[in-house]
Every structure is written in C-alpha cells, then in structure tokens.
C-alpha cells in the first residue's frame, strides 16, 4: 500500500463525535486508521481509495446516502464513480459495500468484506466487486 496523500490522523473527539452521530461501535481497526491518517488517497497497484475525512462523514450528507442508502457511512470513493459505505445494524458495521454513484440504493450495492481489515486487503478493487 502506498499513500498518495496522508494527513494527519483526526482527534479522538473527532472519532467519537463520527460514533455518536451514526450511532455506531467503531471497531478499533477503523478507529487506528481514522487516528492515524483523517482522509488519506492510498494506492495499492489495482486498486485507489480515496477516504473521507471524518469531518467530512460527520458535516455532509455525502450522495444523500440518509435518503438513498439508509442505515450506511460513507467510508471512500474508489476513483471510478463508485462509494464504499460501511452497513450499520445494530450499533455495529455488519458489512462494507459499493455502490455506483449513479445507481445509489441497498439493491444495487455488493458486499466487498465484512470487515475493516479485509476491505482495505482485498485483492479486487470495488469496482471489479461492483461487477462481477
């Protein structure tokens, strides 16, 4: 993995306050990596994410995902129109999907990984995922 762009991590307030506005547990894997770079461009050879900052997932309502994809977050965008959301069921992250931009909505979006680890490992980009 290869950081095109890597800011400074975002504070632990920040990070709470993202919690508490999804109502979310964070799983600590997302926690390390919010802390460690708040919306950093990593490259990884097949495959770009771009992530959102944390202020930006708690000021905006990114895509209208609240209308379009109810019960998401906005994780990153994989440079190709494409979103990648973290599914939220009670009070924790059941899933990370992808969905087009152009097509937002629960029926359209794969499932890429159940967790944070396996998300950013994937061997496929979000878009071969989206598809396949």
Do not use: R
Not at 27 to 34: F, R
Not at 75 to 93: F, L, P, Q, R, T
């Amino acid at each position: 993995m290869e950081y095109v762009e890597k800011p400074s991590g975002a504070k632990a307030l920040s990070i709470e306050k993202l919690a508490s506005k999804y109502q979310v547990d964070l799983p600590q894997n997302l926690i390390e990596w919010w802390s460690s770079s708040d919306g950093p461009i990593v490259y990884f050879g097949y495959k770009e994410l771009q992530f959102f900052s944390v202020n930006e997932i708690v000021g905006e309502d990114i895509y209208e995902l609240k209308k379009y994809m109810p019960n998401s977050m906005p994780i990153c965008m994989d440079g190709n129109g494409n979103i990648c959301v973290a599914k939220i069921e009670s009070h924790k992250i059941s899933g990370y999907y992808v969905a087009s931009c152009g097509d937002l909505g629960w029926e359209e979006a794969k499932l890429i990984a159940k967790t944070f680890k396996q998300f950013v490992n994937d061997k496929y980009s979000p878009e071969a995922k989206l598809n396949a």
